[in-house]
């Protein structure tokens, strides 16, 4: 970037932009966006549902690509983060019901106790990132992975046992305070701080780690340290998935995260590339909506509704065969570790090489 | 007391399954590093041939003993050709990439296995449990007292099964020309083909000698949960591959222990506390044994080289 004389198209364009605003463009175009989209959406429930689940499924992927695609650290438990956060959010929005903050007009005063209640699901996910992560500190490959599925295991059975939880029942009557705006502003702060993160220094290191652990150390990396913040921050954003969800579907319970559910989210990371926000942005959105578009197909086409009934069926299955696939034909995903700006034709405005 | 005493021999009948399917795992990774998640689902897909053919052979009729055998003959046989197939077409491909590549591929094909068997279109079965017919009809063998301790025919059957079929395979790997070579490639597989090892048949009968055992450990399983679906596989799957992790894995009587541990603590879970806190002891009794020994109880931690 810093080459004399190697100024390119984007960079004149970004100069233009007073190096304040800079970090605000993304806002700025993203804003009105989302107003538009939920006035649009106000009239259709099912589109405002679709899009929610696609925006927490895009940021459970992103975030689980900071440990499994940027850190090389396999993990598959991710279901039981998303599941801390949504039980921790749901409780607290459950016990601040009836609270409201008087010098706010009520709709304003919800949505500060629906991010109070986000935020305390986020860091109580983040904490047990951080106790999953410290194994880290010996185990690697395979053993961790085990370890990560054993901890999402572990936490359904706590749920399930939980009084204040609702045992196996679940969690019924949290507030549905949830919004595709909401959905989207977290969708976008996901995705600025995976981003921020591959192109600093800390970013470097985890790359570092996952190509080769031994040698990252012998470099000077603090390799136990980069796993487990990335644990923590990958771990936070998937709690806050799960506040999300919380508080847009009307119940939870702990069938909702399952194995199951961590494999779904592996599959987004893997098909769309270990390592490219991009690809698990791309995969999150294909896969989520496709059993939608297939049930609608069949829906359109006349067949008997079992045919459309079976799509949910024929699902996993087809994940499976996915992944088994993907792995012998483009081990490295759609996107391998590229991001839009690598693959976007060559005539398009855009920065030579080196990391935006 | 007496109590104590039924609840050992209850955990020592369940660890002695979780065995014979830890024994396939541990296999597997002995010879080639990896973790084969379907190894349940093999399993799973051996109960249900086994289930097809007791019902070809009549219907809730007590079978003979020829029967029993031919059961588990058809079970086995078939696994051992699946595991080849799984081998030959979904790992063999694999052998030179990352080992992360091998594993996301046994994720895959332990879901496409578990889940596929859930349709209910042509001959797959469904997602609702089945009966499984009554193999060996339930009696009880000893009893303690005034029923005090009452230890099961199959509980000895399959007992002793498990201990036989573990005899031959210690005999196989430590006194056979085929022990030999699967000890050499497991070693270094490519100096083992410099030396003349067939290495690729090797691992093939590795992988079919494993998903046979693999269905004769879930025929057991079935015989005393009597009730098979295609979910099974994932749980006795991940509860067996702990019990290989707890006893390291790799090691064959390492296994062995670690399945009989595991098979102790939860049956002391359910006898003492409550049954549904069942599966996440198992789990913190891993994770505990693996910050505490990070290879296992048994297993060694190599130094990394760089």
Redo the contacts between chains.
């Keep these: 970037m810093a080459v004399p004389g190697a100024t390119t198209l984007s960079d004149e364009t970004v100069g233009r932009v007073p190096p304040a605003l800079r970090g605000l463009l993304p806002v700025l175009i993203a804003a009105p966006v989302l107003a538009l989209a939920e006035v649009l959406l106000g009239a259709s429930p099912f589109a405002t549902y679709l899009l929610s689940v696609v925006g927490v499924n895009i940021i459970l992927a992103v975030s689980l690509n900071i440990v499994n695609g940027m850190t ?1 650290q ?1 993990s ?1 438990g991710h279901a039981g983060f998303m599941a801390v956060g949504a039980y921790i959010a749901g409780v607290t929005s459950l016990s601040l019901k009836e609270v409201a903050l008087s010098f706010l007009p009520v709709a304003a005063s919800d949505q500060v106790l629906f991010t109070v209640a986000l935020l305390t699901g986020g860091v109580a996910a983040a904490l047990c990132g951080f106790l999953v992560g410290l ?1 880290s500190l ?2 690697r ?3 961790l ?3 990560t ?3 999402g ?2 936490i359904r ?2 749920v ?2 939980t009084e204040a939880f609702g045992r196996a029942l679940g969690l019924s009557g949290i507030p549905q305070y949830s919004s595709v705006a909401m959905v989207y502003f977290w969708v976008f702060l996901v995705v600025l701080v995976a981003r921020r993160i591959a192109g600093s220094s800390h970013g470097r290191s985890l790359w570092a780690i996952r190509e080769d652990e ?2 990252a150390e ?1 470099m000077g990396v603090d390799t136990t340290g980069y796993k487990v913040r990335a644990f923590v921050i990958s771990s936070f954003f998937a709690g806050i998935a799960g506040g999300l969800f919380a508080h847009f579907v009307p119940i939870i319970n702990p069938g909702s995260f399952t ?1 199951v559910k961590s ?1 779904e989210i ?1 599959v987004m990371v ?1 098909l769309g590339g270990l390592g490219s926000t991009t690809g698990a942005i791309i995969a999150a959105i294909f896969l989520t909506l496709l059993p939608e578009g297939l049930r609608s197909l069949f829906g359109a086409l006349g067949a008997e509704g079992s045919l459309a009934q ?1 799509v949910d ?2 699902r ?2 087809v ?6 696939v993907l ?2 034909a483009r ?1 490295q995903g759609l996107f391998g570790t590229k991001e839009l700006w690598d693959v976007v034709p060559r005539w398009l405005p855009r920065k030579k090489k080196g990391m935006s | 007391m007496s109590q104590l005493l039924q609840h050992l021999i209850n955990g020592l009948a369940a660890g002695t399954i979780y065995a014979l399917v830890a024994l396939g795992y541990t296999m597997v990774y002995g010879v080639l590093k990896l ?1 084969n998640f379907a190894h349940g689902d093999v399993m799973m897909v051996g109960v249900y041939m086994g289930y097809a053919t007791a019902f070809a052979l009549g219907r809730q009729a007590q079978h003979s003993l020829w029967g029993v055998v031919l059961i588990f003959a058809v079970a086995m046989v078939g696994c051992a050709l699946l595991g080849f197939l799984i081998e030959r077409f ?1 790992y063999r ?2 052998r030179e ?1 990352p ?7 046994a ?7 578990s ?2 068997f ?2 209910d ?1 042509g001959f797959l079965p469904g ?1 609702s449990p089945r009966a499984f017919p009554e193999v060996i009809t339930p009696s009880e063998w000893f009893i303690v007292g005034d029923r005090d301790v009452v230890v099961w025919n199959w509980q000895v059957i399959s007992f002793l099964i498990a201990v036989g079929l573990m005899a031959g395979l210690q005999f196989l790997v430590y006194r056979t020309r085929f022990g030999k070579a699967m000890r050499a490639v497991s070693f270094d597989h490519r100096t083992a083909a410099l030396m003349g090892i067939p290495t690729d048949r090797i691992i093939a009968l590795t992988f079919m000698l494993s998903s046979a055992l693999a269905a004769g450990a879930g025929l057991l399983y079935a015989i005393k949960d009597t009730s098979v679906s295609p979910l099974m596989g ?1 749980y006795v799957g ?1 509860k067996a ?2 019990a290989a ?1 707890i006893g390291g894995i790799g090691n064959v009587p390492g296994a062995v222990v670690g399945a009989l541990l595991l098979g102790l603590v939860e049956e002391f879970v359910v006898g003492y506390a ?1 049954s ?2 069942r ?2 002891v198992a ?2 009794f ?2 505990l044994v ?2 505490v020994k ?1 290879g296992g109880l048994f297993g060694r931690v190599a130094a ?3």
Excluded: C, H
Aim: charged content about 10%.
């Design positions: 090389g396999f598959i194994p010996r185990l490959g395979d053993y992975a085990i370890v599925l054993g901890f295991e572990i059975v706590v399930q046992n031994v040698a012998a194995f494999m592996v893997v079976k069926q024929i996993m299955p994940y499976g065969l996915l992944l088994v792995m012998l081990p | 973790i979904a491909p694999l990439k080992r992360l590549t091998a594993l996301i591929t994720i895959g094909i332990s879901f496409a296995l889940y596929g859930q349709l279109i997602a994932l991940l591959f702990v992790v409550a549904t806190w599966d996440a789990f913190g891993l994770i693996l910050l990070p990394e080289k760089v």
